[in-house]
């Protein structure tokens, strides 16, 4: 049994990440994972996938069929699954020490693949939180070439300002520290809590993560929001709207210049999207 | 007829499962914990299909293509042969994760095996999608596009004639890869095409995916571990940029036709060498390339290859950031 397991690991992988991928690109979750231009590719390439997963039970599991036969011959080594795994072994005596180490190695690494997919196919898809933003440092990073420039900016009008995400108004804030920039240009953004070190309990980071491949390379960006004793309502990660606008930092115990300052907050559903792009 | 039926209940078992347990609610896992498992499971995710088309790619040259017609195509010179294998990328573009089963394909038909590390190390830099990624991110500025494609192409040759000169090429690779390269299969070789692709379809995915699995898992984990802003912090020196760059590019595992995305908002904070050298390394040698190099190639033969590229990689950067 367990051999059978170590010899159908890799289709059962294969088949674990495609059901596992085309799931979520039927429930519009894939992009938790990757970036939106990857979707139609990686359900193409899926269902590709698929149909040799399909073709692989067809012709090598049908007890019918010449697999096990064959097996006897596929690499030359026998139906000895460690030699399969190492020819070199082929001969060896069952208890030598390589053979044993061989066997373990197997075991363990096939039950820790399995493990992870296991994962994969049962644990609910999630979005990266505020610990892998304090752990990558918000704004610690420029914004990539996608940004807002204060020139263009300077005659938007207050529709557009309304529009503007995190990661514009991030890169605004990146550009310019001039108060009167700020005057009267309406803020509403949506995005995560995530701390601000500077003054924890009077302040925070709205936050989102930028994606140009994949989770992996997501890169926290910020704005600094002014509430005071915020935590009262609000906790950590949630997810919120904040209408408001930019102004000069009241608090002491910031070195932050501008903030934005809430006239209106709501805690909102984690958007579909949760990404920006 | 029953091995079909077999694999239709399996797939079908797992959509099912996959589709009730969101119902089961939120498991409320740790923060850190929660991340590690998104971060290895995006790893995973984007790579599959680059491996599913590196395996059909793998199929196509093995079993489909005439026996000998590439190698026949190719120049007999050793050297302008191995510069003519670096540019085989440019119409097979597979990212790196996708190059490994095609470069273990093309040593089965009867490449060399520094061949097919200059094939496998040249590819994912001098292929059309890196290459228009890459321009889009810095254009001509600061020679970054410039010192990625020559400092590739350069690394990829250099590494091929220094293989090359090797007397038992064979014992750079795993025992296992170089029995099935060397073992003439007599059953294999009365089936059908269409049984040889789904054979080696179910061997390739055998190999890489359970390394592609733990490559994923400890990329999760290394990117959990390790703080980015310690890495920042060291941008603006020549010597330490190129350094932390080569360790973002090592840690961060991301695919060479989207990585100039990734690190173009570094340019403001890292020198142009430094970039250029996450460029040239990121695409070799990475966690999860290991990870999947090493189905294929003996651990010393990696250690060899990842201090040579590093050093190239290195090099590239300081020459860049002197010239720039």
């Given at each position: 049994m367990w051999r059978n397991v170590i010899r159908w690991n890799g289709i059962i992988l294969v088949a674990v990440t495609i059901v596992s991928s085309l799931w979520l690109a039927v429930t519009g979750q894939l992009v938790l994972y990757i970036h939106p231009r990857y979707v139609i590719f990686t359900v193409t390439m899926a269902i590709i996938g698929l149909a040799f997963v399909l073709a692989s039970f067809a012709?090598?599991?049908?007890?019918?069929?010449?697999d096990d036969h064959d097996h006897d011959h596929d690499h030359g080594v026998g139906s000895d699954p460690l030699a399969e795994l190492d020819?070199?072994?082929?001969?060896?005596?069952?208890?030598s020490p390589a053979r044993r180490r061989a066997a373990l190695f197997a075991t363990l690494g096939t039950a820790l693949t399995l493990v992870i997919a296991f994962t994969l196919i049962v644990l609910p898809p999630a979005t990266l939180s505020s610990a892998t933003a304090g752990q990558r440092s918000i704004n610690s990073t420029g914004v990539g070439s996608e940004i807002q420039s204060v020139d263009d900016a300077a005659t938007a009008t207050d529709g557009a300002f309304s529009a503007f995400t995190v990661l514009d108004w991030a890169s605004l804030l990146r550009q310019t520290t001039d108060t009167s920039f700020y005057a009267e240009k309406p803020a509403s953004m949506v995005g995560f809590i995530a701390d601000h070190p500077d003054d924890s309990d009077n302040m925070f980071y709205l936050t989102r993560f930028v994606v140009t491949?994949?989770?992996?390379?997501a890169q926290p960006v910020g704005v600094p929001v002014y509430l005071e004793n915020w935590r009262a309502e609000f906790a950590i990660d949630d997810w919120v709207q904040v209408d408001g606008e930019f102004g000069?930092?009241?608090?002491?115990?910031?070195?932050?210049p501008i903030v934005l300052t809430v006239d209106d907050m709501v805690p909102v559903e984690q958007p579909a999207e949760p990404y920006l792009w | 007829m029953a091995g079909l039926l077999i694999g239709v209940l399996g797939i079908a078992g797992l959509f099912t499962l996959r589709a009730l347990?969101?119902?089961?609610?939120?498991?409320?896992?740790?923060n850190a914990l929660q991340d590690l498992l998104t971060l290895s499971y995006s790893v995973i995710i984007e790579s599959l299909p680059f491996v599913i088309l590196g395996i059909v790619l793998s199929i196509l040259v093995q079993v489909?293509?005439?026996?000998a017609w590439i190698i026949r195509v190719l120049p007999q010179n050793p050297v302008l042969r191995r510069m003519a294998i670096s540019f085989l990328g440019m119409f097979l573009p597979v990212c790196e994760c996708g190059n490994v089963p095609l470069a273990r394909g093309l040593v089965a038909k009867g490449f060399t095996v520094s061949e097919s590390m200059t094939f496998l190390i040249a590819a994912p830099i001098l292929n059309p999608i890196t290459i228009i990624t890459t321009h889009q991110a810095f254009g001509f500025d600061d020679g970054i596009l410039v010192a990625r494609l020559l400092g590739g192409f350069a690394i990829a040759n250099l590494i091929g004639w220094i293989y090359s000169r090797?007397?038992?090429?064979?014992?750079?690779?795993t025992s296992r890869f170089a029995a099935e390269c060397r073992v003439v299969d007599a059953a294999a070789a009365r089936r059908s095409n269409g049984r040889k692709s789904v054979d080696l379809f179910a061997r390739e995915a055998g190999v890489i995916m359970p390394a592609l699995f733990i490559g994923a898992i400890i990329a999760g984990i290394v990117q959990v571990a390790v703080p980015r802003s310690v890495l920042v912090?060291?941008?603006?020196?020549p010597l330490w940029s190129i350094l932390a760059m080569m360790v973002l590019a090592f840690v961060i595992s991301?695919?060479?036709?989207v990585d100039a995305f990734f690190i173009l908002p570094f340019a403001g904070i890292f020198l142009p060498g430094s970039i250029a050298t996450f460029l040239i390394l990121g695409p070799i040698i990475d966690i999860k390339m290991l990870a999947m190099m090493r189905t294929t190639f003996r651990t010393s033969t990696l250690v060899q290859l990842t201090a040579v590229v590093s050093l190239m990689a290195a090099l590239i950067g300081l020459v860049v950031n002197f010239v720039a």
């Open positions: 012709m090598r599991a049908d007890p019918g069929g010449d020819p070199t072994l082929t001969g060896q005596d069952a208890s491949c994949c989770a992996v390379d000069t930092n009241p608090s002491r115990a910031s070195t932050e | 347990t969101p119902a089961m609610g939120e498991l409320n896992l740790p489909w293509v005439p026996d090797h007397p038992d090429q064979e014992s750079l690779l912090s060291l941008g603006s020196n991301i695919c060479s036709n």
